[in-house]
């Protein structure tokens, strides 16, 4: 497990002494773990568990050390060349030594210990879900339609590794062609006179924008951080981008601060600048025929037989951004059911996209904070008969968790919940309530979209009964 003390260790003292070291796991930064022969546990940069290897100390505390693999002894058959020069180096990608099916089974053994470790659920729930979890791996290169990249005055590309530093991302093998092309041009531009001379003005220490491939190959920019030394001469510079960013994207964005980008069922879908889209072209089409099979298997369940006899049903999609799954509970339900479906976020521009993209669902689309509307919605006894929650890395947290498995569970009705999940401590935190409070794991799908790097996407379906007192 990765251990954030880890990040700025003292340097160790042990200069440049190679040690043959056993590692035993692969920690979920993407590390070797092992233990010097003290006994000190050790992190190591490119090694994999159950590899000899020799390690050379980097830094140290009295009870960890992180250090650099020297040579590789017995290696693991996980084990590849990396594809990319620059593997050592950038921060972009923590997993290019291991294979992509190598790097399936560690997400997959991760997630498990994460349910262990973090979310403590009991061993027969961890005992479900390593039966019910499939594994699904999209395309390792070419995939990434949005990228965030950094600029320092000279270089545009990703943070190197445990560093500030910039790490050209000219040659990246995970961005989609006309990425790579767009950040050729917008290098050019940041580094013409006029950028540059206000950079070195300013004394850039760091610029962030994002960009977005939209539908048509065109590229989109949004700004994001700037950081200067000499705070005075900042607003000249940041000025100046903001026009950049103007002209660059001139008619892809409407007046609403909306451009199209492609969706696999919707001829036009549009997201804001600050909207999430999925960073893998093949993401929403696997989520969306995941989710879709699997609750309609779900609802046809002999416990869903009264909310089939219903007419009219409730929906909730918590976090929905520009509506990418809105429409999910609609098509689940089929003929001869009307869900009104609720849709909330706190970005205004989310909610803006989602009623374009899906004028049918405007009426009942909220801006507001998510933990807020289950609270309201909870102490007026408003509950949803299918529940979508795609929330942000940090969940909905134990609290709102806790209170609305505990209203939904105590309802005579059944309710279908759809979770998906993008860090596996705080869905193995946010579900713990859900299982303890009578829902039961229906399926669960882990996602792989995200090649190279150390993350995965889980997709979860649950279902409660609901009480008959």
Request: aromatic residues 6%; contains cysteine.
């Amino acid at each position: 497990m990765h251990d954030p003390k880890m990040d700025h260790l003292p340097a160790a003292k042990t200069g440049t002494t190679a040690i043959e070291v056993e590692l035993h796991d692969t920690s979920t930064d993407g590390r070797g773990v092992g233990r010097l022969p003290e006994g000190k546990v050790v992190f190591v940069e490119g090694g994999i568990g159950s590899e000899g290897v020799t390690v050379r100390l980097e830094r140290e505390t009295r009870t960890l050390a992180e250090g650099s693999l020297q040579s590789v002894l017995k290696g693991s058959p996980m084990r590849q060349e990396p594809p990319c020069p620059q593997a050592d180096r950038c921060g972009g990608c923590q997993l290019q030594h291991v294979t992509p099916e190598g790097q399936l089974t560690l997400k997959r053994q991760w997630l498990i210990q994460t349910l262990r470790r973090v979310g403590r659920w009991d061993p027969q729930q961890i005992d479900l879900a390593d039966q019910l979890i499939r594994c699904h791996q999209a395309s390792p290169l070419g995939y990434r339609v949005r990228a965030r990249w950094h600029f320092d005055g000279e270089t545009l590309g990703f943070f190197a590794r445990r560093s500030h530093q910039v790490v050209s991302s000219q040659d990246c093998l995970l961005l989609a062609p006309p990425l790579v092309e767009a950040r050729t041009r917008l290098l050019g531009m940041l580094t013409a006179d006029g950028i540059a001379r206000l950079c070195r003005r300013a004394a850039l220490v760091d610029l962030q924008l994002e960009a977005t491939l939209l539908r048509n190959d065109a590229v989109v920019l949004s700004l994001g951080a700037l950081a200067c030394r000499r705070r005075k001469e900042e607003p000249p510079l940041r000025h100046r981008l903001q026009s950049l960013v103007k002209q660059w994207n001139h008619t892809q964005v409407d007046g609403d601060g909306l451009a199209e980008v492609a969706h696999p069922d919707r001829e036009s879908f549009r997201v804001g600048a600050q909207v999430f889209v999925q960073p893998h072209f093949e993401a929403l089409s696997l989520y969306r025929a995941e989710i879709l099979d699997q609750l309609r298997r779900l609802l046809r369940q002999p416990v869903f037989s009264s909310l089939d006899r219903k007419t009219e049903w409730k929906a909730w999609d918590l976090y929905c951004g520009a509506g990418a799954l809105s429409d999910l509970p609609g098509l689940a339900a089929g003929t001869g059911h009307q869900v009104t479906t609720w849709s909330v976020d706190g970005e205004a521009t989310a909610i803006t996209a989602l009623q374009r993209n899906h004028p049918a669902l405007a009426a009942h689309s909220v801006v507001g904070d998510v933990r807020e509307f289950i609270q309201d919605r909870v102490d007026d006894a408003e509950l949803p008969d299918i529940l979508v929650c795609d929330p942000p890395r940090d969940g909905i947290g134990l609290s709102a968790a806790t209170r609305l498995s505990r209203a939904l569970a105590g309802r005579r009705a059944s309710t279908a919940l759809i979770w998906l999940a993008c860090d596996n401590a705080s869905f193995a935190r946010d579900l713990k309530p859900f299982l303890d409070h009578g829902f039961s794991l229906h399926s669960m799908a882990l996602f792989d979209c995200f090649t190279y790097t150390i993350h995965a996407e889980t997709v979860v379906l649950l279902g409660c009964p609901g009480t008959t007192e």
